[in-house]
């Protein structure tokens, strides 16, 4: 053993060694000193003063890792959510759902199709487009991920606001603590979180950072003893946004400085080189992150729930698994609601409220709309993701308004750093916006996008609001007109129905306070009287717009002039098609409550929605009926809502199978219809009572 780099005390007695004295300088480790050609009488003391201040204590770096494990399983089991109380915790596993992860950076039409789809063909497109490439957490490090196939040291996980990135880097701790993930190449997982490091100050080495079960001196023995196997995942780089550091970067674990240089030694490897890095950010600080991260790296990007995700988190959600399917059946038959489930926060939002609700499904003292969540969503993201005053938010609420604002007409979704509003192209993180490089012949151009055109379509709608009554007047009177025109307008109808939701006083309540503006009432008055005018005039098809008005007086919620409405509709006796594809149940019995007569429901629904509709039916003079299932118990609902001297154009049940007995029931109740116009029914076996009924059925004539 070379003695040159220790201090050393021997003091020398006769011929032998009877005292000596080894200890290790900071920075220095003594390893299994060999002592040759000498004989040694006495004691021999070696101690180790890695950490100036700390008592040495030799412990074996397995049971300090197995006791961390420990203290991780009990802190990192539970989760808590933006509306709990005080000792108020979900098991994270009853909310956990692996998202979707791709290693690609998406092009511009990709990203332009997924952004302008909705609904099942939203989640279809994307992931069509990602097909085999989904990216499970134990193939984060995989060498496949890799450049040239090398296992990467660093992996960027970008997501945007609300993607679930803090929820899935707490599930790779957890699932690391109970042996379940990663148990092979890692055998430590510090978890650094940058929203409390922003908040440090003064200086401190890396050991005090990693704040945990472990004493400093059983951090510093695991982070020496085993470099090259471990993991540390800094969550949220984006609230840091650190750039490259201009002063020289402490270099060694226990060396003391700012946070801030900490973290950014770590990050490129000055410290802890032999380690690996798991970094989660939002897009906008990626290019900063990529400029100071260690190599090899490789991208990745979370991309919030697939279809099949969302499904799984409601069941995990309820308890009750008949209350879970209700709820998301509800929730997907609203193509807008259903398409912003891919964010996880959206799904926690949702089933809150359901929740709250329950199985009932009555709207107490809260109301759920599709606005509604829409704004729940925003404040809840700007309340747990920035420290901006009430006046602060609603400046940037409207400048993100005003973006989304001038690409509506054009059909826009895509937008250069020129054509951001000056007040948040300044700002270092800009919330609800996407940043990305697109590919421009020989260099990268910065491009920024809403999560979805959902979003940009709620801006757009949100900046009427907040601008000035007098812009606010002229600005709604054009897109109004502009919606008049007919179909080719169409895209402009969303905006139309957010505003509608927007002048909900509720709903306004939420964004303005107690004190809302005088906007609002302008712009209500100037709705109903767009509304009257469009059921007079009736320019468009006539199932489309009966759903579009339906939902806008539903987001509106105003009783009153959900009542002038009606009676204009039934004065005129327009010969309306209730259509339920793109429309669920409490939606239209809201809208037909204040409804005496209805000419006509074309509805395409299942047995459970029968039980609702029925008032509705009773008091309709022609039926166009299409269920998905049907069976005997549901018959005598059926034929009390059937009643008698009305037109029956349409009634399906081939996917019910019924008994002779319901069978005779629905043709008798039938023969005593004014008109009867197609008829499929699933028969178990045919009885000549059956064909005796079917033969004295009124025929539906051909001018219908």
């Not at 539970?78 to 915790?89: H, L, M, P, V």
């Not at 951090?219 to 201009?246: H, N, V, W, Y």
């Not at 809150?352 to 009555?362: A, C, E, Q, Y």
């Not at 039980?611 to 309709?620: D, Y």
Request: contains cysteine; glycine residues 4%.
């Amino acid at each position: 053993m070379d003695m040159s780099n220790y201090d050393k005390e021997e003091n020398l007695e006769h011929h032998g060694v009877s005292k000596i004295s080894i200890s290790a300088q900071n920075g220095s480790n003594i390893l299994a000193p060999v002592l040759l050609n000498s004989t040694v009488r006495g004691n021999i003391n070696i101690s180790n003063n890695y950490f100036q201040g700390h008592a040495a204590e030799i412990t074996d770096t397995s049971s300090l890792i197995t006791e961390y494990k420990k203290s991780l399983l009990s802190e990192y089991a539970y989760i808590t959510e933006y509306t709990s109380r005080a000792g108020e915790q979900v098991l994270l596993n009853d909310r956990y759902i692996d998202p979707l992860i791709v290693q690609k950076h998406r092009e511009t039409k990709e990203r332009e199709n997924e952004m302008c789809s909705r609904g099942e063909r939203f989640f279809n497109t994307r992931e069509s487009n990602q097909r085999n490439q989904n990216i499970s957490l134990d193939r984060l490090f995989g060498p496949e991920n890799g450049s040239k196939k090398v296992t990467p040291r660093a992996v960027i996980l970008q997501g945007d606001s609300g993607s679930g990135k803090s929820i899935t880097a707490q599930k790779i701790v957890l699932d690391w603590a109970s042996g379940e993930l990663y148990a092979r190449l890692f055998d430590v997982v510090f978890h650094l979180r940058c929203k409390e490091l922003s908040g440090l100050s003064g200086e401190m080495s890396l050991v005090d950072l990693l704040d945990c079960s472990l004493t400093p001196n059983e951090i510093g023995q695991i982070l020496k003893d085993t470099p090259q196997r471990i993991l540390f995942i800094i969550d949220g780089f984006d609230e840091l946004m650190l750039s490259a550091p201009k002063e020289s970067l402490p270099p060694k674990p226990v060396i003391k400085s700012h946070p801030l240089a900490i973290v950014c030694s770590l990050l490129k490897g000055r410290m802890m080189r032999e380690s690996f890095l798991l970094v989660t950010t939002r897009s906008n600080a990626v290019d900063n992150l990529e400029n100071i991260l260690k190599k090899p790296q490789c991208f990745m990007e979370i991309m919030g729930f697939s279809e099949k995700g969302v499904s799984e988190y409601f069941q995990r959600f309820f308890e009750d698994e008949e209350f879970s399917s209700q709820v998301y059946e509800q929730v997907k038959v609203h193509e807008m609601l259903y398409t912003a489930c891919f964010i996880p926060v959206i799904c926690w939002i949702i089933c809150t409220i359901f929740k709250r609700k329950g199985k009932d499904g009555v709207v107490t003292s809260e109301l759920t709309t599709t606005t509604s969540i829409f704004v729940d969503f925003v404040f809840t993201l700007l309340k747990h993701h920035s420290s901006w005053s009430q006046q602060e938010e609603l400046d940037l609420l409207k400048n993100l308004g005003q973006l989304a604002e001038s690409g509506m007409p054009k059909r826009q979704v895509l937008f250069s750093r020129n054509d951001l509003p000056k007040a948040i192209s300044d700002l270092p993180n800009i919330p609800f916006l996407c940043t990305f490089r697109q590919q421009e012949r020989t260099y990268l151009k910065e491009m920024f996008g809403f999560m979805h055109l959902s979003f940009q379509e709620f801006f757009t709608a949100l900046f009427y609001v907040l601008t000035d009554e007098a812009d606010a007047e002229i600005k709604i009177k054009e897109l109004l007109e502009s919606a008049s025109y007919g179909r080719r307008n169409e895209h402009l109808f969303p905006v139309i129905r957010f505003l509608f939701g927007l002048s909900n006083k509720k709903v306004s309540c939420l964004i303005l306070g107690e004190n809302p503006r005088s906007t609002s009432s302008v712009i209500r008055t100037q709705l109903e009287k767009w509304l009257s005018k469009v059921i007079q005039k009736n320019p468009m098809d006539t199932v489309y717009m009966s759903d579009f008005i339906l939902q806008c007086l539903y987001e509106l919620h105003d009783r009153n002039i959900l009542k002038n409405v009606m009676k204009i509709w039934e004065r005129l006796g327009i010969n309306i098609h209730w259509s339920l594809k793109g429309i669920d149940c409490q939606v239209v019995m809201y809208c037909l409550q204040y409804s005496s007569r209805i000419i006509r429901m074309e509805v395409k629904c299942n047995a459970k929605d029968l039980k609702m509709l029925h008032p509705a039916l009773c008091r309709c003079t022609t039926l166009w009926l299409d269920f998905d299932s049907i069976s005997d118990t549901d018959v005598n609902l059926l034929t009390s809502a059937l009643g008698r001297r009305k037109n029956v154009h349409y009634l399906n049940m081939e996917n019910g199978s019924l008994s002779d007995e319901s069978v005779q029931k629905i043709l008798k109740t039938l023969s005593g219809q004014t008109s009867v116009g197609n008829i499929r029914l699933v028969l178990r076996s045919i009885s000549n009572a059956n064909i005796d009924l079917t033969m004295i059925l009124p025929c539906k004539r051909d001018d219908g």
